[in-house]
């Protein structure tokens, strides 16, 4: 379930060209289960009239402040309390101004005064707006009574320039806006995530891999990061994006991703090892390409790989280790013998060999294995999903030993 679902957002559209990106922002919260309620500036609708918003939200559109009747029911202290979250996206300087130096004079900014609720802003105007001191020292004030910001991006602005000032891309305000709406059970940990499948050359143009995408791994540096953690996520190639705020250290070999965990180990609190990591590798690498005319190889001689997971295992000390189980048939019994062997504190056991492959899909199915025999199956979900569950469990092992107080709310 999405840290979406359910939630209740009151989001603050004020008057710039960007208005439009607000539209496919809601859209977007929208579909994550959130319940979004918009508040419009006079300005805003100069450029998008409220029924947009009111289609794609299911929700009224507030827009003036002092309307009698709506005040007593949906009035700025109802809707200043009403959400989990207020958000301001597109934010304009002016009414960063205003935010910073407590003028309310309308409904938004009168709501962005009263409420007691996380705020964030996703700041978008002229590249000269954002620089001038006057934005800056109020963003810094924000900032500092505990607001937080999505700051815009670079490129090609309305007025025709070229700079900082674009509202950031909707999937970075959704990012963050998850963040703050995540548990912050992983606050002040260090974890170590592995994600992707790795290459092991046999000349310079062919390699031995395997079809991982990555997502997984990928979802569960991110979700880390949301919960609070210092992320390092050690990635063979993919074709994903990194997640913000998370470190990303690419590797290509099994050798290579040793090395970068071997690095990073000792600084984890908590590891997670979701890669796809190659077995077997070339005993040598050819360095020029093999040719078609020296005729077809009958063999290829390979060498094993560090089993990178269960040197960690023997060394792990008070570390949560998190191992992954890729099996084709008997699951649970292959993952039990990997959980004992490589000495980890849970494994997800995986079913690869389906007709629908789990590699590169959204989606997965896993059943997670504890020491002591207990096992919990996991229903079909989206990898993001996933993430949080098998974190819930990590949290879960981390409060039996002691490690953490309890968790905040
Ligand atoms: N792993 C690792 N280093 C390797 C091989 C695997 O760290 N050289 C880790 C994987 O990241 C995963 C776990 O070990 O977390 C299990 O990987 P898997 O491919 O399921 O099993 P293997 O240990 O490789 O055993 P087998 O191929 O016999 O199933």
């Not at 620089?131 to 004030?141: A, E, F, G, K, L």
């Not at 070339?282 to 390409?289: F, I, S």
């Not at 569950?389 to 990590?394: K, T």
Request: glycine residues 8%.
């Amino acid at each position: 379930m999405s840290m979406l679902q359910g939630k209740k957002i009151v989001l603050g559209v004020t008057g710039c060209i960007a208005v439009y990106k607000a539209a496919e922002l809601v859209r977007q919260l929208v579909k994550l289960g959130a319940d979004v309620h918009i508040v419009m500036t006079e300005s805003a609708l100069q450029f998008m009239a409220p029924l947009t918003f009111q289609t794609l939200t299911g929700n009224p559109v507030i827009t003036e402040l002092f309307k009698l009747y709506e005040e007593r029911t949906i009035g700025h202290i109802t809707m200043a309390q009403r959400g989990d979250l207020l958000v301001v996206a597109p934010a304009t300087a002016n009414i960063i101004g205003k935010a910073a130096n407590g003028i309310a004079d309308d409904m938004l900014s009168t709501v962005l005064l009263a409420t007691r609720r996380p705020v964030l802003f996703a700041p978008a105007m002229n590249e000269g707006m954002w620089d001038n001191p006057v934005t800056q020292r109020n963003v810094s004030s924000l900032k500092a009574i505990g607001r937080h910001f999505v700051d815009p991006g670079c490129g090609d602005l309305a007025c025709g320039d070229h700079g900082m000032g674009r509202l950031a891309d909707i999937s970075d305000i959704v990012d963050e806006i998850e963040g703050m709406l995540s548990p912050t059970d992983f606050m002040g940990t260090t974890a170590l995530v592995t994600a992707g499948p790795t290459q092991e050359f046999i000349d310079p143009v062919r390699f031995i891999s395997n079809p991982s995408s990555g997502k997984m791994g990928y979802a569960i540096a991110r979700a880390l990061r949301h919960r609070g953690a210092e992320v390092v996520l050690v990635s063979g190639p993919t074709t994903l994006t990194a997640p913000r705020g998370v470190q990303v250290v690419q590797v290509l070999s099994a050798q290579e991703m040793a090395a970068a965990v071997d690095k990073h180990f000792p600084a984890a609190d908590v590891i997670i090892k979701s890669a796809a990591v190659a077995d077997y590798r070339p005993r040598v690498v050819a360095m020029h390409k093999v040719k078609k005319r020296d005729g077809t190889p009958t063999s290829l001689d390979l060498e094993s790989t560090t089993d990178i997971l269960a040197d960690l295992g023997k060394k792990k000390g008070s570390r949560i280790l998190v191992g992954f189980a890729a099996e084709t048939q008997d699951m649970l019994a292959n993952a039990r013998v990997k959980l004992e062997q490589k000495n980890l504190d849970l494994i997800v056991a995986n079913d690869v060999g389906g007709s629908e492959s789990v590699f590169g899909s959204d989606m997965n199915k896993v059943t997670l294995l504890l020491p002591g025999g207990d096992c919990v199956d996991v229903p079909a979900m989206n990898k993001q999903d996933l993430a949080h569950r098998i974190l819930d469990c990590v949290a879960g092992i981390r409060k039996k030993q002691g490690d953490i107080p309890d968790e905040p709310a």
